[in-house]
């Protein structure tokens, strides 16, 4: 079977995600191939939405919100949305591409290519067997103008949301988000943090902002640093991602208390070596924890999907939501001190995580592929 997975680096979530697809494919014996489809016009293109996503979510995240919630408006209006129009211009370099390829499926991990296929599909132009995956806690706006032949969502509760919006029953699947194998490989934490240079007797909480170094990290950081400043049997990790300057700050001020590590493609070593994870409520970057099963804050998400996320994992027992106070940080230390707090979020996440949705969504493509 040839696949396309299709993307775009708008957070580093949808790739993720996609690169998760691929490895099952390749590992079940599979063509896969990853595309952000913006770059068959240009790379400039490309960089130009992914650096206006990100310099938005990072820098002026109220905007953000506002405009998930005209994202929401458009629902209930009865005609299609901006985007949508907006992708007709990627029908023609993406058709071309498709024709010379001849691809069986097209797996899509973020809603834009789905838009530009649907398009593609409604302007009578032949277009593989199509999936959606959904990488957020919630059916994100446009989802329902997409015409996918099925719709892989994060969990069975939340078909109902789909349902709401349009989106046929019949070709919803719950799988889960897909995550990379490296996250569910059980390994042996002390061994972790050796490979990483960490301190064996520590216990470590570590922190991060996602790909972008979003969701107010920095203040997150000084929060901590004052909190747990005496605690010399605790340290911290922050994972600063694609923000250069929060990097360079940290390692100048050169903490011995603090591991400062940059963009890196190994999370789940991070996340097995340390006993508590903070972060903002992304998608892709939450299943990946609750799938490696470590406690779990969720703080400061951006306006949007990210609320969602950060709800449904709190409500479910999969994490605890709040901004960075003295209650939040006395309720973490009591999870770091009680193998029971954190022994019973860990089982709530392993209750309701699919570890294996990358190889589910492999296996659905193969029945579409065979039925076709």
């Given amino acids: ?18 690169k998760a697809v691929i490895e099952a494919m390749l590992r079940r014996g599979h ?16 960089n130009g939405i992914n650096k206006t996503y990100i310099a938005t979510a990072r820098h002026t995240p109220r905007t953000f919100g506002a405009v998930y919630k005209i994202g929401k408006a458009y629902q209930h209006l009865p005609f299609r949305s901006p985007v949508y129009f907006a992708n007709h211009a990627m029908n023609a370099v993406l058709q071309e591409y498709i024709a010379k390829n001849h691809y069986d499926i097209a797996i899509m991990t973020h809603l834009f290519p789905a838009e530009i296929l649907t398009n593609m599909k409604r302007h009578g132009i032949a277009v593989p067997k199509m999936i959606f995956v959904a990488t957020d806690y919630v059916c994100t706006p446009f989802t329902e103008e997409t015409e996918c032949d099925a719709y892989v969502i994060p969990a069975e509760d939340l078909a109902s949301d789909f349902i ?5 029953e019949e070709k919803i699947y719950p799988f889960g ?7 569910s490989e059980n390994e042996n934490r002390n061994a972790v943090k050796k490979r990483l240079g960490l301190e064996e007797n520590k216990k470590y909480i570590l922190v991060a902002g996602g790909s ?32 250069k300057a929060l990097y360079e700050k940290l390692n100048a001020q050169n903490d011995p ?4 590590v940059g963009y890196t493609d190994d999370m789940a070593s991070y996340m097995k070596a340390s006993d508590f ?21 969720h703080t ?27 209650n939040i940080l006395r309720e973490m230390e009591k999870i770091l001190t009680n193998e029971s707090v954190s022994s019973s979020m860990i089982a709530c996440q392993k209750r309701r995580i699919n570890p294996s949705a990358a190889d589910d969504i492999c296996r659905l493509a193969e029945n579409l592929i065979e039925h076709k």
């Fill in 1 to 18: 079977m040839d696949s396309l997975i299709l993307s775009c680096g708008t957070g580093g979530g949808h790739d993720s995600a996609a």
């Fill in 300 to 326: 400061s998400p951006i306006p949007g999907c990210e609320n969602y996320n950060a709800r449904y994992f709190s409500r479910n027992g999969m994490s605890i939501y709040g901004n960075i106070t003295e």
């Fill in 212 to 243: 972008m170094g979003g969701g107010k990290i920095e203040k997150a950081i000084a929060k901590l640093r004052s909190y747990f400043a005496d605690k010399k049997e605790i340290g911290l990790i922050i994972v600063c991602g694609s923000h």
């Fill in 164 to 168: 709401g919006r349009g989106i046929p």
């Fill in 277 to 297: 994870f903070i972060t903002k409520p992304g998608g892709l970057s939450s299943t990946e924890a609750a799938v490696c099963g470590i406690p779990v804050l």
């Fill in 257 to 260: 208390g603090i591991t400062v």
């Fill in 31 to 46: 063509n896969a191939e990853l595309l952000n489809p913006y770059t068959l016009k240009s790379d400039r293109l490309a």
């Fill in 177 to 183: 988000i897909p995550t990379h194998s490296e996250f």
